[in-house]
Nanobody, 123 residues
Framework: QVLLIESGGGLVQTGESLTLSCVVSERTFRSSAMAWFRQAPGKEREFVAAISASTLRTYYSDSVKGRFAISTDNTKLFLQMSSLKPEDTGVYLC??????????????????WGQGTQVTVSS
């Protein structure tokens, strides 16, 4: 069974930074892609960033482009977040897929999910 465990969340003020980590029980190079999503109370799960395991090409939502950076060292997935805003608040979840190339921005593309780590940005 593939397990994903996130860490690094917390309470920060507007403009501060956080780095999230996601440990994968299998080496990440066996994935097709990995991603970070977030979910705020009462809202749908939202794509944040993704990385192709083969090409290491990265993808970002418009709302975080230029502020967040996704990376992997083949055992962990990272999300470096800077210039945080209150609207970045939510539970951040890492996700993994073994599927052929597809819609990286869709939650349905991913097969395995972590439990999430809470990020709260105060104004």
């Amino acid at each position: 069974q593939v397990l994903l465990i996130e860490s690094g969340g917390g309470l920060v003020q507007t403009g501060e930074s956080l780095t999230l980590s996601c440990v994968v029980s299998e080496r990440t190079f066996r994935s097709s892609a990995m991603a970070w999503f977030r979910q705020a109370p009462g809202k749908e799960r939202e794509f944040v960033a993704a990385i192709s395991a083969s090409t290491l090409r990265t993808y970002y939502s418009d709302s975080v482009k230029g502020r967040f950076a996704i990376s992997t060292d083949n055992t962990k997935l990272f999300l470096q977040m800077s210039s945080l805003k209150p609207e970045d608040t939510g539970v951040y979840l890492c996700a993994r897929t073994l599927r052929a190339p597809g819609d990286l921005l869709s939650p349905a593309y991913y097969d395995y999910w972590g439990q999430g780590t809470q990020v709260t940005v105060s104004s």
